[in-house]
């Protein structure tokens, strides 16, 4: 949940859910460090946050997700030239890069585990703006079942929803498929690093 203001300024709230191997992960990570350790850690991550009220819960119960909770501002997480606000609707979780970067992939591709990351934002536009233009919704697929992609974008005038998942398949995946995967990534980076344009009334 993201308030913006008219300087490009982002105060939110954000709750992370983590079930099954991803909750072991977490627990891994989690449990060696401080608070403060941790923290800064997670600042790291997203550049350019500032975390506050953080809270974890159910770290001990291992038949439980993990769920974390904070609020966050940013001062900077939208550019504002002139009378116009260019933002991704992923704010500071936008990917730059696509993790695939090889030309060739002799070696099948491990994932670990079969995994879903699902995104759904709420962002409040600032007093006096209104949407230009936001990008397209869409829809991808690989072959032979490995993955999806959704992408979603709603505007009720004051807000837009941004609803996004992710769904890997297989834990490994043959280097066969090495194109595809890294296709379909780059498309995946390109999507979700599109602009909504906002403009002052």
Do not use: C, W
């Not at 974390?68 to 940013?74: I, L, N, R, W």
């Not at 890069?97 to 670990?112: G, L, M, S």
């Not at 280097?175 to 990534?185: A, Q, R, S, V």
Request: proline residues 4%; glycine residues 6%.
């Amino acid at each position: 949940m993201v308030q913006l203001d008219g300087l490009g300024k982002a105060t939110g709230t954000a709750r992370d859910i983590y079930s099954d191997y991803n909750a072991y992960n977490f627990r891994e990570n989690y449990s060696g460090l401080s608070e403060e350790s941790y923290l800064e850690k997670l600042e790291g991550n997203y550049k350019g946050i500032d975390i506050a009220n953080h809270k974890v819960t159910n770290v001990k119960e291992l038949s439980k997700p993990i769920m974390e909770e904070y609020s966050f501002t940013h001062n900077s997480i939208a550019d504002v030239i002139g009378d116009k606000m260019y933002i991704t609707p992923l704010l500071f979780l936008t990917p730059s890069e696509n993790p695939f970067k090889q030309e060739k992939r002799e070696y099948p591709i491990d994932f670990v585990f079969p995994h879903q990351d699902k995104y759904m934002v709420t962002l409040t536009l600032p007093d006096g703006y209104v949407v230009e233009s936001m990008p397209q919704s869409m829809s991808l697929a690989m072959e032979q079942n490995i993955g999806s992609f959704k992408y979603m974008l709603a505007n009720n005038g004051k807000q837009i929803q941004a609803s996004i998942s992710l769904d890997l398949n297989y834990a490994n995946i043959s280097p066969d498929y090495y194109e595809t995967l890294k296709g379909f990534f780059q498309k995946v980076i390109e999507k979700q690093n599109e602009k909504i344009v906002l403009k002052k009334q």
